[in-house]
């Protein structure tokens, strides 16, 4: 079974890393791990904190729905997952140069937040 590359090794390859500031990836898929978006909901992210890392993250809630990466000159590179929920929400994760969670957004109980 012959197997192409996937768009994005072309890209970079075309492209050349060397020159690449930034990169952002949506409907991603994989043999391996589960593509759970728009099925997701609050509770599978209970286990999901602060310094978690990137594979307890996905071998959890499988692949994000989408990607962004960015290593501008000025500033250290940054690496965000985002999650489709199953009531339309979408969880925003940020993770830290060592490949662990510096934050996350969207998992906030909208029943028992309050607004101004």
């Known amino acids: 079974m012959k197997t192409c590359p ?29 593509n759970k978006n728009g099925s997701l909901n609050r509770e599978d992210f209970a286990n999901i904190k602060i310094g978690t890392s990137y594979s307890d993250l996905v071998n959890t809630v499988g ?14 590179p940054f690496l965000i997952f985002y999650y489709k929920l199953s009531e339309a929400h979408l969880v925003t994760i940020h993770f830290e140069s060592h ?18």
Request: charged share 20%; hydrophobic share 35%; net charge negative.
């Open 63 to 76: 692949i994000p729905s989408r990607v962004s990466w960015s290593s501008m000159m000025s500033s250290e």
């Open 99 to 116: 490949r662990t969670i510096s934050e996350m957004t969207g998992l906030e109980d909208s029943a028992t937040s309050t607004s101004p």
């Open 6 to 34: 996937s768009s994005v090794t072309v890209l970079l390859s075309n492209i050349g890393i060397d020159r690449l500031s930034s990169l952002d990836v949506e409907n991603l898929n994989s043999e391996r791990l589960a």
